[in-house]
């Protein structure tokens, strides 16, 4: 099967930066589309950014310009920038990998357990 592990989450100030990390471990033929999603208390998981394995990126309007997703093929991990931060950020961000776990197989989607990003205003 596959592992999603997210890493970098944590509490900044207003304004600042932070970099999140997810890597992708275990068994499979191919990762597909990478993204990062999330969800603040009492409020839906949205995405955030995604990216193919291709390098094609598409982002939610409120992120666009501030946030930047990235990937390394080789090393099967995906990542966020995130500049300017706002308070409003602040949620839980959870990874996604759509994955072909054999060749032929059909694709499934895998999660991380999410890593928490607090923006103090």
């Known amino acids: 099967q596959v592992q999603l592990v997210e890493s970098g989450g944590g509490l900044v100030q207003a304004g600042g930066s932070l970099r999140l990390s997810c890597a992708a471990s275990?068994?499979?033929?191919?990762?597909?589309?990478m993204g990062w999603y999330r969800q603040a208390p009492g409020k839906q998981r949205e995405l955030v950014a995604t990216?193919?394995?291709?390098?094609?990126?598409n982002y939610s309007g409120s992120v666009k310009g501030r946030f930047t997703i990235s990937r390394d093929n080789a090393k099967n991990t995906v990542y966020l920038e995130m500049n300017s931060l706002k308070p409003e950020d602040t949620a839980a961000y959870y990874c996604n990998a759509d994955v072909t776990v054999r060749l032929f197989s059909a694709r499934r989607s895998f999660w991380g357990p999410g890593t928490q990003v607090t923006i103090a205003s």
């Open positions: 275990g068994s499979f033929f191919s990762i597909n589309a």
């Open positions: 990216i193919t394995s291709g390098g094609s990126t």
